[in-house]
């Protein structure tokens, strides 16, 4: 937790996300992600109990009020932190973190995850185990958040192309 961390400045905060803090299968994910991010030797933080909600789904259905409240919450706990980077699992959250949140003076560089993944493997910084192979075949489908309105499409693909013995990444008929 950041808060434990002192005056230390972390390269990382880890944005969990609702999904991520209370799903079961998104916590799996979470989980084996923290697990990547270790052994890559990531130095990053979590706000922990002090995360609330981006305030995305408030303003997409309308509630502006219940936005702009969070944001203000969530700006002032993060301006009490030192980070350099935040980075997010959830498209609506890194949405929000990077490209709404700049209204309420928040500045920060902002990742979603399969950025940093991208980054790290190209680095040679996640280990991976050439003798473990995926015999499968895998389709990934663009999430909204992360393709149509951040334009961000190479990065979870290069991700998946660079693990070892993965026979093909099939693409949906409407991808990109």
Partial sequence: VIADQGDREVE????VGCAGSTDDRAKKV?????RILKTSGVDFAILGCEEKCTGDPARRMG?????DMLAQENVATLQQYKFKK???TCPHCFNSLAHEYGEYGADYTVQHHTQLLSELMKDKRIPLDDKKKIEEE????DPCYLGRYNDKYDEPRDTLIQLPGLNKVNEMPRNK
């Fill in 12 to 15: 990382y905060l880890f944005w």
């Fill in 30 to 34: 979470q989980k084996a992600l923290v």
């Fill in 63 to 67: 509630n502006e009020y219940l936005f």
């Fill in 86 to 88: 935040i980075f997010t």
């Fill in 138 to 141: 895998i389709t990934f489908h």
